[in-house]
């Protein structure tokens, strides 16, 4: 098991490295001059001694090889540069950002979870009923729906019309912002916080519940024609019990593994939800670096989300390797 650790971790660490010396290059082959477009800014004409300056300031007449060894030296010491707009430390912009994209986080797959197991599991009970059928038309629009698509729906049927219609506070949404910002046990919302935390999580989360249960359904259907399930079936046991002690615990080891990766990714890749809701995280805050080719917070915090998602991912890595040793020895499932 250790060797297997080691393996994956120097795996981990190849891919971090690949992933943000990647955006680094990609940066520098995006339109336009750098050094002009953070001397101008919002379509001016930078002064040419501005553009001398901001070259010479962040060193980018250096030769692509040296300015990306300049980067992860800074990086392996500790040091994740400032925002080239704002001139704050990406650490404290990570510190402010990344609370906010783990909350969110959390209260989806805190959905996927209750929602995408139990209705996957109560369509495969009731498989071919009407229940089964609306459960499959129902997930699979929701996984073509696009996010940003989904995002404005529920806005206007959720916010927008509650608030004209002059509905109960208990029933009007917001449509951005965070609100007063509070939590309690750090995920759990305070003060009028679930208003503006209800939309986001449901967007975020309607393509991986939809996922996780129809994965749900298929793995539970193939644990239901199991050999096992028919003897505990034949012993006298009630069906609720068969389904629940054996089946689902036999059912849940797929559907685990990716509401894992589904966290790791979720944390980074709400661009969109966090855009549209304007909530003010990971995602959203590396959209808008790209746009003003703010590099340092780019590379800053998309290191924490690669980190994120590689270690989740190591993690789920190491649940199969533990269950099943052919994992952690490279072998496969059959000989």
Same mark, same amino acid.
């Given at each position: 098991?250790?060797?297997?650790?080691?393996?994956?971790?120097?795996?981990?660490?190849?891919?971090?490295?690949?992933?943000?010396?990647?955006?680094?290059?990609?940066?520098?082959?995006?339109?336009?001059?750098?050094?002009?477009?953070?001397?101008?800014?919002?379509?001016?004409? %930078?002064?040419?001694?501005?553009?001398?300056?901001?070259?010479?300031?962040?060193?980018?007449?250096?030769?692509?090889?040296?300015?990306?060894?300049?980067?992860?030296?800074?990086?392996?010491?500790?040091?994740?540069?400032?925002?080239?707009?704002?001139?704050?430390?990406?650490? +404290?912009?990570?510190?402010?950002?990344?609370?906010?994209?783990?909350?969110?986080?959390?209260?989806?797959?805190?959905?996927?979870?209750?929602?995408?197991?139990?209705?996957?599991?109560?369509?495969?009970?009731?498989?071919?009923?009407?229940?089964?059928?609306?459960?499959?038309?129902?997930?699979?629009?929701?996984?073509?729906?696009?996010?940003?698509?989904?995002?404005?729906?529920?806005?206007?049927?959720?916010?927008?019309?509650?608030?004209?219609?002059?509905?109960?506070?208990?029933?009007?949404?917001?449509?951005?912002?965070?609100?007063?910002?509070?939590? @309690?046990?750090?995920?759990?919302?305070?003060?009028?916080?679930?208003?503006?935390?209800?939309?986001?999580?449901?967007? &975020?989360?309607?393509?991986?519940?939809?996922?996780? !249960?129809?994965?749900?359904?298929?793995?539970?259907?193939?644990?239901?024609?199991?050999?096992?399930?028919?003897?505990?079936?034949?012993?006298?046991?009630? +069906?609720?019990?068969? @389904?629940?002690?054996?089946?689902?615990?036999?059912?849940?080891?797929?559907?685990?593994? &990716?509401?894992?990766?589904?966290?790791?990714?979720?944390?980074?890749?709400?661009?969109?939800?966090?855009?549209?809701?304007?909530?003010?995280?990971?995602?959203?805050?590396? !959209?808008?670096?790209?746009?003003?080719?703010?590099?340092?917070?780019?590379?800053?915090?998309?290191?924490?989300?690669?980190?994120?998602?590689?270690?989740?991912?190591?993690?789920?890595?190491?649940?199969?390797?533990?269950? +099943? %040793?052919?994992?952690?020895?490279?072998?496969?499932?059959?000989?």
């Amino acid at each position: 098991m250790t060797a297997y650790i080691i393996r994956r971790l120097f795996q981990i660490v190849l891919t971090v490295f690949l992933a943000l010396s990647f955006l680094f290059v990609l940066y520098f082959a995006l339109p336009g001059d750098p050094a002009t477009l953070l001397a101008g800014g919002d379509g001016r004409v %930078p002064n040419p001694t501005t553009i001398r300056q901001v070259t010479d300031r962040y060193g980018f007449d250096d030769p692509m090889p040296v300015q990306l060894f300049h980067y992860w030296e800074r990086t392996l010491q500790g040091d994740l540069g400032q925002s080239y707009q704002s001139g704050r430390g990406v650490t +404290d912009i990570l510190k402010e950002t990344a609370p906010r994209s783990i909350r969110l986080s959390i209260w989806a797959i805190i959905i996927e979870i209750v929602v995408g197991i139990s209705v996957g599991l109560i369509s495969a009970v009731r498989r071919y009923s009407l229940v089964d059928r609306i459960t499959t038309i129902v997930t699979a629009v929701a996984s073509a729906v696009p996010v940003f698509v989904l995002a404005f729906v529920l806005q206007y049927v959720f916010a927008v019309i509650p608030e004209k219609q002059g509905w109960p506070d208990l029933f009007q949404f917001k449509t951005s912002g965070r609100g007063d910002d509070s939590w @309690v046990l750090f995920f759990i919302p305070t003060g009028n916080t679930w208003r503006y935390l209800v939309l986001p999580a449901v967007t &975020l989360a309607s393509v991986t519940t939809a996922l996780a !249960a129809r994965m749900m359904r298929g793995s539970m259907l193939e644990v239901l024609g199991a050999d096992f399930m028919r003897t505990a079936k034949a012993k006298g046991l009630r +069906d609720r019990e068969v @389904v629940v002690k054996h089946g689902l615990r036999n059912a849940m080891l797929p559907v685990v593994t &990716l509401i894992g990766l589904d966290f790791g990714t979720s944390i980074g890749a709400a661009v969109l939800t966090e855009t549209a809701f304007s909530w003010g995280g990971l995602g959203f805050y590396i !959209a808008d670096s790209v746009g003003r080719r703010d590099l340092p917070v780019l590379l800053g915090l998309t290191t924490v989300v690669v980190l994120a998602y590689a270690g989740i991912n190591l993690l789920v890595d190491i649940s199969y390797a533990w269950f +099943d %040793p052919r994992v952690r020895l490279g072998q496969g499932s059959a000989k």
